[in-house]
């Protein structure tokens, strides 16, 4: 079956970094996104990997291994702003979208 | 660029009536949409897959009477939940994408608050 892991919850204090790790096992591989999403709202695109490597975007940046299976998202000069949940997805072999269950984010003062 | 509208954002209705949800995209032509249910405190479920012109494709455990989807154009699509029950209430929340073979980010409407009272 294919499967996409990351952690439920995670808390963090406003200033500080934080990754958020995503694990995958699906039948082929055509792309890693990262999407966040506030409560209520729908999700907004943050990166998209497809090679192996870090792509960074200002304070966002995320790195995958394919040979792993292995994503993370690294955030850093965290805002209470960032609190939201982030969704890791993985694009199949059939070009389908496989959604994780999504990393709710809390930010604390 | 890349801008998908949804309508109505919320509605209330009462059980046994039927609601539609336009999905739009504003400034391309999306080849594909998707539509996602989202309960509270859950992740995106894909309820379908739609091409423009040919039937959606629905995800395992979706009942596709009761949720209908039209692809009209390459520009919109509709759901409509058809006699809605209370348990149908959730947050709909379509996308879409340009698609092609090594690409295929969706972009997201704001997504449509049903109640079904």
């Known amino acids: 079956g294919q499967n996409i892991d990351q952690p439920t919850e995670m808390t963090a204090t406003e200033g500080a970094i934080v990754q958020i790790n995503c694990t995958y096992q699906t039948s082929g591989f055509n792309g890693l996104f990262w999407y966040q999403q506030h409560a209520g709202e729908a999700p907004t695109f943050l990166s998209y990997n497809v090679l192996d490597g870090l792509e960074e975007k200002g304070r966002f940046s995320s790195f995958l291994s394919r040979s792993k299976g292995y994503s993370y998202l690294l955030l850093k000069e965290l805002q209470m702003k960032d609190s939201a949940s982030y969704l890791c997805a993985v694009t199949d072999s059939n070009y389908q979208l496989i959604w994780g269950a999504g990393t709710k984010l809390i930010i604390k003062p | 660029g890349a801008v998908v509208s949804q309508h109505p954002s919320w509605v209330i209705c009462k059980s046994g009536t039927s609601v539609k949800i336009e999905c739009r995209s504003l400034?391309?032509?999306?080849?594909?949409m998707f539509w996602y249910r989202q309960f509270p405190k859950q992740s995106l479920m894909l309820m379908a897959t739609s091409n423009e012109g040919s039937k959606a494709t629905y995800e395992q455990g979706v009942e596709k009477d009761k949720f209908l989807i039209n692809h009209a154009s390459l520009t919109l699509s509709t759901l409509t939940v058809t006699s809605a029950h209370p348990e149908d209430s959730s947050f709909y929340i379509c996308?879409?994408?340009?698609?092609?073979?090594?690409?295929?980010?969706?972009?997201f409407g704001p997504g449509t608050r049903l109640t079904v009272l």
């Open positions: 996308s879409a994408s340009v698609g092609g073979a090594d690409y295929n980010e969706q972009f």
């Open positions: 400034d391309f032509q999306a080849t594909t």
